[in-house]
């Protein structure tokens, strides 16, 4: 009981610290310059996960953090939320979530993902169970950047996306005060697979930038990344209305050799129908598919669409995200019709804001620093210390 409460009580401290923004307080490792947790949703509407975890735990309730249940090595059990509260295996609790804490050499495996730092498991509206995984930034970027680049990539693209990745998760943090989470774990954010990600060259990048992040004057970068831009970075204020210099879009003619600087991809109208009407887009029986405008950057603005019933307008961005990001590319694209599909023809694969990262990649080869990366793909930012800003 007293090691139960013990866990939760540091939990809390842990908490206030965190939260009073004190964290040179809160250093638990210190060959780490800094310690700033993360949210990240790892599940947000499941049924039922399952749970095991290997080493010394213990288990609280939420939100007041009274001890519930401890031990060492939890064998797999399946959680479910009921109108009573949570099943955890055979036993009721009659809470709407719980935290797990574990000792820093033990793991929590949640439908066999292998995570470190604490989880909660909460009960959602529907009966659903939300699943968010609290950890150091250092942590989190170990598990994303695996899913970002190849851990094979020269190690000052490694090193300038374990930064950008770092920055990009701060400021999320950020901008999600108040609310359940700060980052998910798929593609809507960074795709974070816990440790089950780290690899032993990512981890290197991640050590020797540890607390590095950008900054445009006193304030953290939205530094946003996509995999190519195809020629030309996009202006963030076309898309989120983010007018900063960092942002605003240069020609890169680094990522002529990504294997995505190229793309044709035939897709059924039937099928962009579908994506559309699932979207709150009614279009039936489309008969051309047009590109009306073009940005700064050469990016499609706006795509007219004429279907039975007359022609329809929609931006370029939301028609790529209706459809299907990783269907249609980019928005530097043409298009044209042909029977009963729509083939696309492009160039680059993301939103194409910020760090162009095949660009990073060939930059590297050629024996530009990080630091070099960033002076070309974010203007005006500069490197800067976790444990400074936040001062
Ligand atoms: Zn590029």
């Not at 990240?40 to 290997?54: F, W």
């Not at 999320?172 to 089950?196: F, H, L, M, N, P």
């Not at 083939?343 to 070099?372: L, S």
Request: proline content about 3%.
């Amino acid at each position: 009981m007293r090691k139960k409460l013990a866990i939760c009580l540091t939990f809390l401290l842990l908490l206030f610290l965190v939260y009073d923004k004190d964290i040179s307080a809160m250093s638990s490792r210190p060959t780490r310059p800094v310690s700033y947790l993360v949210r990240v949703a790892v599940i947000i509407d499941a049924p039922e996960i399952n749970l095991k975890i290997k080493g010394d735990y213990g288990i609280c309730a939420l939100p007041l953090l009274e001890p519930i249940k401890e031990g060492n090595n939890l064998r797999d059990v399946t959680v479910k939320p009921i109108y009573s509260g949570i099943l955890i295996g055979e036993e009721q609790f009659k809470i709407y979530g719980i935290k797990i804490k574990t000792d820093s050499v033990a793991d929590i495996y949640v439908n066999g993902r292998r995570f470190r730092g604490e989880m909660d498991i909460m009960r959602t509206e529907g009966l659903k169970l939300m699943v968010i995984n609290h950890l150091d930034i250092e942590d989190y970027i170990s598990g994303v950047l695996y899913h970002e680049v190849s851990h094979w990539w020269p190690m000052e693209a490694l090193k300038a996306q374990a930064i950008a990745s770092r920055t990009f998760a701060i400021y999320k943090t950020i901008e999600s005060e108040g609310k359940d989470y700060d980052v998910r774990s798929d593609i809507y954010s960074q795709v974070y697979g816990g440790k089950t990600s780290e690899k032993f060259r990512t981890n290197r990048a991640v050590q020797q930038t540890a607390g590095n992040v950008l900054i445009y004057g006193q304030e953290i970068l939205p530094a946003y990344f996509h995999a190519t831009c195809g020629g030309h970075t996009e202006d963030a204020s076309l898309l989120w209305g983010t007018n900063i210099r960092p942002l605003k879009g240069r020609r890169c003619g680094y990522c002529k050799g990504s294997p995505h600087f190229n793309w044709v991809k035939k897709i059924p109208l039937e099928f962009i129908e579908e994506k559309l009407k699932e979207n709150g887009y009614k279009i039936r029986n489309i008969r051309s598919i047009k590109t009306s405008s073009r940005d700064a950057s050469g990016r499609v603005k706006v795509v007219s669409i004429a279907d039975s019933l007359g022609v329809k307008k929609m931006s370029a961005n939301k028609f790529r995200l209706a459809v299907g990001p990783n269907v249609i590319r980019s928005t530097d694209f043409t298009v044209k019709i042909e029977d009963t599909a729509a083939i696309f023809d492009g160039r680059g694969w993301g939103h194409g804001v910020g760090m162009c990262q095949w660009g990073a990649y060939y930059m590297a080869r050629q024996r530009f620093k990080a630091e070099d990366i960033f002076k070309f793909y974010y203007p005006g930012a500069r490197i800067a210390d976790l444990k400074d800003i936040l001062k």
